[in-house]
């Protein structure tokens, strides 16, 4: 793939192309390419090129998800994950330990998370996947850009503008989490909160600290949560209590597609269906297939 006359980020994404490990990392090389590539007459057996890759790379890894050999080695992806990223030293695995409750390894000595980390925590009763991953530059580029949302932990601004290089392929949402705000004067806040909110306006930042009020450890986790375009539903049988847990569906999903997550082809078997909840006129309304649902809805259905 020739990079004559290419914009600096085509060049870029070509380049990190050639030196990807997997197929993840391609394809997402690709789609920056394939967004560069000029649209002119010229350009054309190029960005057929582009797409012919582009596509092979996805069916490729269709099969390794159907074959089981797809993803990252024992991790499995939940329906919310979030991933911890940033250089050595600025409190990532602390945040780990702060959110999920395990022990895991700190040091004041570069680089002691070495593999990533996977745990676990919760939002009311939604669960949230968490992991840790080994620092800038020996972070999972795969990872990075597969995941929902990016806990980016800085302790200076001046790393925001390090890592762009790292992050900039990934379509995920990025909270920026300024850590060790327990060390800054009031005055230093202040400034750095003035730059966030003009030099860094795209991020949604706060601040932490290594010992966190419960509170901030709760707005922290609620601006999590609302990174992720989905609603919770929970499931009732007739004259029985809601489950406690709810199941996890995108924004504007229907009854129906609620039915078939629970299982596949059970829609055509409902003879009645009922709602509690946000998206109900009433508690107990009867409603069709194509109801649009809304964050915790409690469904409630009998078949045939």
Partial sequence: MASTNQSPFYQKAEQEFHEATSDEERIA???IMMKE??????????????TNRYKKLKANIIKQKKSGKGGQAGIKKAEMQCILIGFSNVGKSTIF??????????????????????????????????????SFPNHDKSLINSTDTLLFVVDNLEQIEKAEKYIYRTKAKVILIYNKEDILTESEKRKIEANLKSKYKKFNYIFFSNEPSRAKVDELIKKIFETFPIIRIYTKEPKKKASKEPMILKQNSTFKEATEK???GISGKIKRARIWGPSSKFGGQIIGLEHI????????FQTK
Wanted: hydrophobic share 30%; net charge positive; aromatic share 8%.
């Fill in 262 to 264: 629970i299982l596949k």
């Fill in 293 to 300: 649902l809304k964050d915790k809805d409690t469904i409630e």
């Fill in 29 to 31: 090389c690709l789609e």
């Fill in 37 to 50: 590539v000029p649209k002119h007459k010229s350009s054309e057996n190029m960005r057929k090129n582009l």
């Fill in 97 to 134: 330990k702060t959110l999920t409750k395990q022990e895991v390894k700190i040091s004041p000595h570069p680089f002691t998370t070495y593999q990533p980390q996977l745990g676990t925590f919760y939002f009311e009763d939604a669960p949230i996947q968490i992991i840790d991953i080994p």
